[in-house]
Nanobody, 120 residues
Framework: VQLQASGGGLVQPGGSLRLSCAAS????????MGWYRQAPGKQRELVAA???????NYLDSVKGRFTISRENAKNTVYLQMNSLKPEDTAVYYC???????????????WGQGTQVTVSS
């Protein structure tokens, strides 16, 4: 299973970005998909996660500004980031708990990071 993330970049404070992450491979199902971020010198933290049924949870500092969504048929998760702040600057990683065909146990997979820089 591979996760391919895209959509990062440089944006001014108050701006918006949309991250996408598509999972591919021998995927039977994906329960939770999410986005984490890691800023220099800090631990990786969960930004937002969403179940296959659409239930989402968010890091307190991004509530009201970020929206996570997914297209189950495409095994794709999105993160719409609005009103970006300099403190949102980090490498963002997508993550998925996927069950492969022929298996019954979910495994946790990570995508490559995508840099988000919020600066004037």
């Amino acid at each position: 299973v591979q996760l391919q993330a895209s959509g990062g970049g440089l944006v001014q404070p108050g701006g918006s970005l949309r991250l996408s992450c598509a999972a591919s491979g021998s995927i039977r199902s994906i329960n939770v998909m999410g986005w984490y971020r890691q800023a220099p010198g800090k631990q990786r933290e969960l930004v937002a996660a969403i179940t296959s049924g659409g239930s989402a949870n968010y890091l307190d500092s991004v509530k009201g500004r970020f929206t996570i969504s997914r297209e189950n048929a495409k095994n794709t998760v999105y993160l719409q980031m609005n009103s970006l702040k300099p403190e949102d600057t980090a490498v963002y990683y997508c993550n998925a708990d996927a069950i492969r065909w022929g298996r019954d146990t979910p495994y946790n997979y990570w995508g490559q990071g995508t840099q988000v820089t919020v600066s004037s």
